[in-house]
Structures are given as structure tokens and as C-alpha cells.
């Protein structure tokens, strides 16, 4: 059965079992991941992965219910499971399907030469990525892994209110992690890249970074504690957008588990600070025509010169507040209802260069590193975090750092960039330019 007649026929029962309202969200994706070691094919994975999830309305409630089976018989079978399941939902007056929009259907972002691609020009690139990075220089003594991977998936929306979504995407990347030897100190570093395109996926930039991450931090020790201006390039800025990203979410706000609840149109960063999310953005690996229940992508601004202007919204949301969906109802998978969250998040660049960052920097620490950012606390914003990296003194770089803490709040360390690079890159969804952050206490030894 076609992927269209799925969908149709999903829809159909779904409404002929006694849903007042119904909604289907198909996915097909296929995943491709090559490993690479010593410069041999270490091992290569190939998944496909379809089902369709059933999304019901009924008597003021919602059902779900979901299958990787696809006969008209198990689609029944959904159908009746997501409308019974509605019966053990409590009511709600915001469970309610979204009307059908306009959505810009040149939003889609797939590279047909990625399938075009032979597998063994991909198994080059991964082994590519290997050899920049042992080359880079004679203290790179082995790869703990290198890898290409691709993502090619096809969504399918429709809803009884006339949604109908249609889209293919796709986007490739690669990744190393290295280890570094002399005197008998060992260090690591990693480096990863993915895009839209295949053709800006460049294994030489991919294996240097992470070569030069892990012989930089070569005879890395402790420093007493001090306060240091911090350097955080795109990756690791990256890491506090994580961060950031749930409590920005009107989902945790009405949970009451967001650090920034009631504090719309208020200062909450330095004015050097826009957040932008922007599921409409050309080449990000999250942009699509539409989110995961049919509404269309969107650029959001909720950061503007520091001041919280918004929230991110999905359709329940946004009829709870009273207000529109921003296009962030997001879905990883047919298994699930759709969440808030992120499409393409980022800090908006400065016109700065990361150099310019480092030579204006009198004493402080340019972070390779964070350890332990999955224990921060997202309701209150505190973290305690492992910091390695290298000193700034006098505008350049002088000794490695490891074994040192930095511990505060993500209000704190909001409220403290002095200064925002031009250097905005994405790891995934998330993007940043390197942030150079007022003097922050370092615990050392």
C-alpha cells in the first residue's frame, strides 16, 4: 500500500470508529552509519525504520495510539486503540487538532546526490576523516572512532481539519574522537560536522579540529582558583543553548519547571544576547515545510538584545495560552504525541571574530571541554560543570587547563557575554559563534 493510501486509510477508520477528530503522522527513515579504524571499515549499520501514529479526539480528550505494522487490518486495530484510549484521558478543553495553513513546500531540504553517492565514496569519507586527523601531527597516536553518517526520512501528515503534509529530507555528517600521547600524558579531542548537503561535509576540517583539541590540551594541569573571562567557541556554547533550550519552551513554563516562567518582557541576558529558533532557515538540518503536526515552519526570535520576547509553542500550547503555535510541535518518531521543542536554535552572530574575542581577552580561559552538562538543573538553572581548555593571557593562547569547575547559574552566565563572535556554526539543531563571557569564578586546585 502507498504511503498517501496509508495515511487516507488511517485517517478514514480512525473517524469511522468514532473519533470526533483524527490526525496521522507517518514517517519512513532510513540510517546509514559507517565506522572507521586504523584505516579499515570497522563496521557499518544500515536501519529503516515506518510506522504511523494515530492522534484522536473524543469527547474533549486525546487518544494515541501507534504501529509499525501497516495492514489494513493492524491500521484498524490502531485506529480502535488510539479512540479507546481517549476514554482513559482526562478532559480538556485545548485538545484540539490544528486547522489546515499555507505552509512553503520549498522549505524541503534534501540532496538528491546523497543517494546518488556510491557507499564506497562514503566509506572514503569516513576513512578521510581518520587520516586528517592522524596526520595532523606525529602526537595523534590513534582514533578511538571515526564515522559518516546519513538520515533520509519521508513525513506524512493529515487531519481530519484538511492538514495535508507531504515532504522527503535528508542530511549527512561525520565525527572523530582522537587521542593525543607525549611525555606520558594522554589527552582526547572530537570534532563533528553534519549538513543538508553532502558536498559541505569536509573531512579535513572535521579531522584537524579534533587533532588540534587534543594536542592542545597535551600537559593539561590544574590552576588555583581564580576568576577568568571565559572564551566559549560554537560547540561548547552549544552546550549551554541545551541548556536553555527546554526552559524556553511554553511546555515548561505551564508546568511550572522553566527558570524564566512570568518573566515575558524582561531582561533575562545581556543586551549582546538574541536566541533566535527558525524552523524556516535554508540549509538547517531541522527545516522543514512544516512542524510535526502540520504547522507551518517559522522564524521565532525569543531573545531579543537580551529581553524574552517569547515562547516556543506547539498547537496544545499555544490554545492554553491563548495564543498561535510557533511550529515547534516536534516528533523524533511516529511512537510519540507532539512535544515542544526546538527546530533550529541559535545565538544570533555578532560581527566579531573569534581572534578579535581572544586577542581582547587580558586573562582567561578558552573552554575545549564540558563535563557533566546532562546534570544541570533546568528549572533553576544551576550546573556545576568540568572545565579543560587552554589560558589566555595577554590576548593569546599560553598553558592547558584541566581538573577545574566551574559552577553558577545560566541566568548568571546569560547576563554576563560581553561579547558575540561572527563564527555561528550548528552541531545538529543547535548553533552557536563563540561568546566571550565576563570573569566567572574558576575552582582549581
Not at 597535551?218 to 552549544?238: D, M
Not at 515562547?311 to 515547534?328: M, R
Not at 544541570?376 to 587552554?390: E, Q, R, T
Amino acid at each position: 500500500m502507498k504511503e498517501e493510501n496509508i495515511v487516507r486509510t488511517g485517517l478514514k477508520l480512525a473517524m469511522a470508529t468514532g473519533a470526533e477528530a483524527a490526525e496521522v503522522y507517518f514517517m519512513k527513515r532510513d540510517n546509514l552509519t559507517i565506522e572507521v579504524r586504523s584505516g579499515k571499515l570497522e563496521t557499518m549499520q544500515q536501519s529503516c525504520d515506518q510506522g504511523l501514529g494515530l492522534r484522536v479526539v473524543k469527547a474533549g480528550s486525546i487518544g494515541y495510539a501507534f504501529t509499525s505494522d501497516l495492514s489494513p487490518t493492524a491500521l484498524k486495530d490502531t485506529a480502535e486503540a488510539a479512540v479507546e484510549s481517549a476514554q482513559y484521558s482526562s478532559l480538556d478543553s485545548s485538545a484540539q487538532l490544528p486547522p489546515a495553513m499555507r505552509f512553503d513546500s520549498s522549505l524541503v531540504q534534501f540532496d538528491p546526490h546523497l543517494a546518488k553517492t556510491p557507499l564506497e565514496a562514503k566509506i572514503d569519507l569516513a576513512l578521510a576523516i581518520e587520516r586528517s586527523a592522524l596526520s595532523y601531527d606525529k602526537r595523534i597516536t590513534k582514533s578511538e572512532r571515526a564515522a559518516y553518517e546519513e538520515n533520509d526520512y519521508t513525513v506524512l501528515v493529515a487531519n481530519s481539519n484538511g492538514v495535508q503534509v507531504d515532504y522527503r529530507n535528508n542530511f549527512c555528517g561525520g565525527y572523530v574522537w582522537v587521542v593525543a600521547e607525549a611525555d606520558g600524558d594522554t589527552q582526547t579531542g572530537s570534532s563533528l560536522l553534519y549538513a543538508t548537503e553532502l558536498a559541505k561535509i569536509d573531512p579535513v576540517i572535521i579531522g584537524q579540529e579534533a587533532a588540534q583539541e587534543a594536542v592542545r590540551l597535551l600537559g593539561a594541569k590544574p590552576i588555583p582558583t581564580q576568576k577568568l573571562a571565559l572564551v566559549l567557541p560554537p560547540q561548547v556554547a552549544t552546550d549551554f543553548l541545551h541548556i536553555l533550550a527546554a526552559a524556553l519552551t511554553a511546555e515548561a513554563v505551564q508546568k511550572g519547571r522553566s527558570l524564566f516562567a512570568h518573566q515575558l518582557g524582561n531582561p533575562i541576558a545581556a543586551p549582546t544576547v538574541t536566541i533566535i529558533d527558525d524552523g524556516s532557515l535554508p540549509g538547517g538540518i531541522n527545516t522543514a515545510p512544516t512542524d510535526g503536526e502540520g504547522v507551518p515552519s517559522q522564524r521565532t526570535v525569543l531573545v531579543q538584545d537580551g529581553i524574552l520576547q517569547t515562547f516556543l509553542h506547539n498547537f496544545y500550547t499555544a490554545q492554553k495560552e491563548g495564543t498561535v503555535s510557533t511550529g515547534n510541535g516536534v516528533r523524533s518518531s511516529f511512537k510519540t504525541t507532539p512535544e515542544v521543542g526546538p527546530t533550529n536554535m541559535f545565538f544570533a552572530p555578532g560581527t566579531v571574530s573569534e581572534d578579535e574575542l581572544i586577542q581582547s581577552v587580558d586573562k582567561g580561559l578558552y573552554v575545549f571541554d564540558l563535563m557533566g552538562t546532562h546534570t544541570a538543573n533546568p528549572i533553576s538553572g544551576d550546573f556545576s560543570l568540568g572545565v579543560s581548555g587552554v589560558l589566555i593571557e595577554k590576548g593569546k593562547f599560553t598553558r592547558p587547563v584541566r581538573q577545574v569547575v566551574l559552577a553558577g547559574n545560566i541566568r548568571d552566565l546569560l547576563n554576563q557575554v560581553q561579547a558575540v563572535g561572527s563564527n555561528l556554526r550548528f552541531y545538529l539543531g543547535l548553533g552557536a559563534p563563540t561568546l566571550l563571557v565576563e570573569p566567572l569564578t574558576i575552582s582549581g586546585k
